[in-house]
């Protein structure tokens, strides 16, 4: 287990979840998609805090947990955004009745 | 090679095949209620990474938060929304998307090896590793001892560490995102009211 693998597999895991964001015409699985990308860069996070050396280590040993205090905001933020995106297709499903992205276009001119 | 790095490599290569293969099939499965079962299934994986990460902490905060509720907030959003037969459909932007997604793999991939990474000094690694593990709680007194036996620990490093906790980095240097990010919760929650609620009512 080294730094780099667990760098290329968060990779890949941003990667699909990109692929599902762009490719997918359901807004549910949209979301799943952007779940799992944001679930790459928390692995990211952890695992940069646990290999790397932040500055001012020597200073304070406590700086070893940055990485870990950033993926603590990162989930929070998932999670109203999820929250908040799930209650607009619901908004948007009693509309349209329909979840299909390429058919939401009441904003479209 | 140590006993305890050859279990890591195991434990590091089943979780990523479990985490990469439930990613591919959230992404491709039809049943959209399946993708959310494999989406659990991710981010249990995730929750086994932190743990080997030495990231307690974050694994119980991603099963709670992740698998707990927001799987459930999917389900419940599948199921209130009634096309689970129409499923996962894919649409026209196929080839772009995938032409994308791996052009942006083949950046990460290059950048992630060729760059010389700062890493930690061996010397420090053991106190990081108790940081890392104890960071929920203060630094117990044996944690303290093994501190001092790794390296001589003067007495102001020994205060530092006795105070390396998350919650006190929350509340010490990263208060003002801290606060931010509980005003973005009480805004969640309010628009999530606002988008809720039946329309026609005042």
Known sequence: MSLEALLIVSAILFAIGLYGTLARSNVIAVLMSLEIMFNAVNLTLVALAKFVAPQGLQDNLANALTGQVFAVFV???AAAEIALGLGIVLAMYRNTESVDLSQATQLRN | ML???IVQDVVFWVLSVA???AALGVVLVRDLFRAVLLLAGVFIAMAGFFVLLSAEFLAVVQVLIYV???????IFAI???RNVRQGNLPNRLQIPAVLFSTLLLAA???VATSTEWNLI???????VDLVQTQSVNVLSPEALEVLERAGAL???ERLQAEKAGLADLLIGPFVLPFEAVSVLLLAALIGGLALARPPGRA
């Open chain 2, 19 to 21: 985490a990469i293969g």
């Open chain 2, 3 to 5: 006993f305890q790095d």
């Open chain 2, 154 to 156: 003067s007495d102001e």
């Open chain 2, 68 to 74: 707990g509720a927001i799987s459930i907030l999917f």
């Open chain 1, 75 to 77: 989930i929070t933020v």
């Open chain 2, 108 to 110: 990460l991939v290059v």
């Open chain 2, 121 to 127: 000094p061996d010397g420090a690694k053991t106190g």
């Open chain 2, 79 to 81: 199921m209130l929304t």
